[in-house]
């Protein structure tokens, strides 16, 4: 998620679920204005979750999806919210 409000909106309810489905939840926030990503992404990779819920705007997801490929993330578990 964007570490800034915008990208915090679903957190609350997201940990919530979490808990009451009994998931792991792991948070990967990266930087305004969304350019630099690859932290994150490397930290999803070791992490290898079953899915990916990326809440974040324009091109935001370009990168993400650049992203994926470098690590060798399949796009099939990426979930977008524009």
Same mark, same amino acid.
Not at 4 to 24: S, V, W
Not at 52 to 69: D, T
């Given at each position: 998620?964007?570490?800034?409000? *915008? @990208?915090? +909106?679903?957190? $609350? ?7 009451? +489905? $009994?998931?792991?939840?792991?948070? *990967?926030?990266?930087?305004?204005? @969304?350019? /630099? ?12 979750? /079953?899915? =990916? =819920?990326?809440?974040?705007? !324009?091109?935001?997801?370009? =990168?993400? !999806?650049? %992203?994926?490929?470098?690590? @060798?993330?399949? =796009? %099939? ?6």
């Amino acid at each position: 998620y964007v570490d800034y409000p *915008f @990208g915090q +909106e679903p957190l $609350g309810i997201i940990k919530t679920l979490a808990a009451k +489905e $009994g998931f792991d939840l792991q948070l *990967f926030p990266y930087p305004l204005p @969304g350019n /630099d990503q690859a932290s994150a992404w490397t930290q999803m990779r070791r992490f290898n979750p /079953d899915w =990916i =819920i990326s809440w974040s705007l !324009s091109n935001m997801h370009v =990168i993400a !999806s650049r %992203e994926m490929k470098r690590n @060798g993330i399949p =796009i %099939e578990k990426y979930i977008a919210v524009n």
